[in-house]
């Protein structure tokens, strides 16, 4: 199967699609009875099931190599990014999902037109599809292309559209719940896969202790100064949140998968189970990158992994295994990926122009969806070749700049009934064509077409402090259309009327009610669980 690999290790790897595949249509096997169903799973996911495949939809072969390469670079601050989406998903769980769930609504656009306007739901779905063939299925393509070509030797191209056939095979057919199902399994095999990479790193090195005496001490510092170019403290304590809230709590991406549990406890307790999990990656994925610069420092960047994986300081068997994982994380994220934007298509474009569309004819148009955008995924893989080297950086600058706006609308939206239809559509639009000019500007002046001061200046903008930067004019802005327009409470609210304040206070009810307390009460000594952790490492590595 691949050159270089021991027969076990291919034996592994096979054994691995197998499963996956017999797992995808094994699921797939049950013919729908109407669209909830193959887009939301039914609206019947446990909340073990909701909190893997939240995992296993965010971890892809971009966090791989992306934060295992800047791990190797700059030490353990760019594991900043995954704690502070800890604490959103500890938000989402909490205050948001019995929101969204008591919307009755399929998308995040579907959201925004009950809470606004058409206008904005139409912005928002254009929006998401675009941002994902840019930062998910191409990027996704990129890293996993990358990765097989340097530890195999594979073509990049040949590879990407391997992974992205097998990947669309089962979710054409199977929908969320075959999405969703084959999540838990490829949860657990990249989790086991990435831990027993790290082992044997860290066993090669010396132990941490090796790797400390190794490596410059501020490779172990997780506050940087404010003036780092990359991580400066301000920007991860202000500016990673406003990303986090966007890509945790608005993405269709995610949401998709607390719309889909059974219940609001479910979505809840599998937000947190996520939450859980998200530390991890500091360990799994960031710590290989100071390992591979400790034994091989000629290593640097987005090769760290590729390079730490084709070493041999893994015995025959082991390597097979965490490949498997690799691949894990790719498909999982893939399948994530064409499912949502099938989904995307299907319930705000194709069904608001025909609201006569039978179920049977909604599954059929999201099949049809899923296969345009796996076809897409495939026709993507040329333009692999534009991303940097610095993967996790090129991501989250780039979140940076389109995020804002839409944080600053849902934000406001769920928090004050006074916030109007046409502040938010005008807020996004004129937030995302700001954001539009950073990213042109950034393009410009790392092709060497710019050389004015200004422009210069302003692509030099800490892309965290811009986001905070952006944040800021976003709020004023929707605040100041909101003021002038003076609507009544009602109309501003839309369809949507149980909010924050109402979640808060059901919340409230809920932890001193003796039926209810029970369950509430245990979540919450969860949540304070996973803060006491974050709060521990960041004490240990400040």
């Known amino acids: 199967m691949l050159e270089g690999l021991p027969g076990i290790d291919n034996i592994i790897l096979i054994s691995y699609l197998i499963v996956v595949l017999s797992l995808g249509f094994y699921y797939s096997r049950t013919r729908e009875k109407n669209s909830t169903e193959y887009f939301l799973a039914g609206r019947n996911l446990g909340w073990i099931t909701v909190g893997l495949s939240i995992f296993a939809t965010n971890i892809s072969s971009e966090h791989f190599i992306g934060l295992a390469g800047s791990g190797a670079m700059k030490g353990l601050a760019v594991g900043q990014f995954e704690l502070m989406a800890i604490f959103i998903l500890i938000i989402l769980g909490w205050i948001l999902a019995p929101i969204y769930i008591k919307s009755g609504v399929t998308t995040m656009p579907e959201f925004l037109e009950k809470r606004f306007d058409s206008r904005s739901r139409k912005f928002f779905a254009t929006f998401s599809i675009i941002i994902y063939i ?3 299925i191409s990027v996704t393509l990129f890293a996993g292309g990358m990765l097989f070509n340097k530890i195999f030797g594979l073509n990049i191209y040949t590879s990407t559209i391997l992974i992205v056939l097998i990947t669309g095979l089962y979710s054409v057919t199977g929908g969320a719940n075959a999405v969703s199902r084959t999540h838990v399994f490829q949860a657990v095999f990249m989790i086991l896969g990435a831990v027993t990479l790290t082992i044997f790193g860290l066993n090669e090195v010396g132990g941490f202790s090796g790797l400390q005496e190794k490596l410059p001490a501020n490779y172990f510092n997780m506050f940087k100064p404010i003036t780092d170019p990359d991580f400066p403290w301000t920007g991860i304590i202000f500016g990673a949140p406003i990303i986090a809230f966007w890509y945790w709590c608005t993405d269709q991406y995610f949401v998709q998968r607390i719309l889909s549990a059974k219940s609001i406890n479910d979505a809840r307790r599998g937000s947190l189970l996520a939450a859980i999990l998200k530390v991890l990656p500091i360990f799994i994925l960031v710590l290989p990158g100071l390992i591979a610069a400790a034994l091989f420092p000629e290593v ?12 041999d300081i893994l015995p ?12 894990a994380a790719i498909m999982s994220s893939l399948a994530s990926v064409f499912n949502t934007s099938s989904t995307l298509f299907t319930n705000d474009f194709y069904k608001p122009r025909h609201p006569e569309a039978t179920e049977r004819k ?3 148009v999201g099949r049809l969806a899923t296969t345009a955008f796996v076809v897409a995924g495939i026709l993507s893989v040329p333009l692999i070749k534009i991303i940097g080297s610095q993967l996790y950086l090129y991501l989250q600058s780039v979140q940076a700049c389109v995020s804002p706006p839409i944080t ?57 402090h811009f986001a905070i930067l952006l944040f800021i004019i976003c709020s004023g802005l929707i605040l100041l259309i909101s003021y002038a327009e003076h609507r009544t409470s009602s109309e501003k609210t839309g369809n949507i009327q149980y909010m924050v304040s109402d979640s808060i206070s059901e919340i409230k009810i809920n932890l001193f009610n003796p039926i209810t307390s029970g369950g509430h009460r245990a979540n919450l000594y969860l949540s304070g669980i996973i803060i006491l952790i974050i709060i521990g490492l960041w004490t240990i590595w400040y």
């Open 408 to 464: 600053a609308v849902f934000l406001f939206g769920l928090i004050s009934k006074s916030t109007t239809a046409r502040a938010a559509i005008w807020t996004l639009i004129i937030g995302e064509l700001i954001g539009l000019s950073r990213l042109s500007v950034d393009l410009m002046v790392n092709s060497g077409y710019v050389t004015n001061s200004f422009l210069l200046y302003y692509a030099g903008i800490n892309f965290l």
């Open 316 to 327: 025959a068997g082991f390597k097979g295994f965490v490949v498997a994982g690799l691949l």
């Open 300 to 311: 640097r960047g987005d090769e760290a992994y590729p390079f730490l994986l084709s070493s």
């Open 362 to 364: 909604l599954i059929l």
């Open 134 to 136: 840019i930062t998910k």
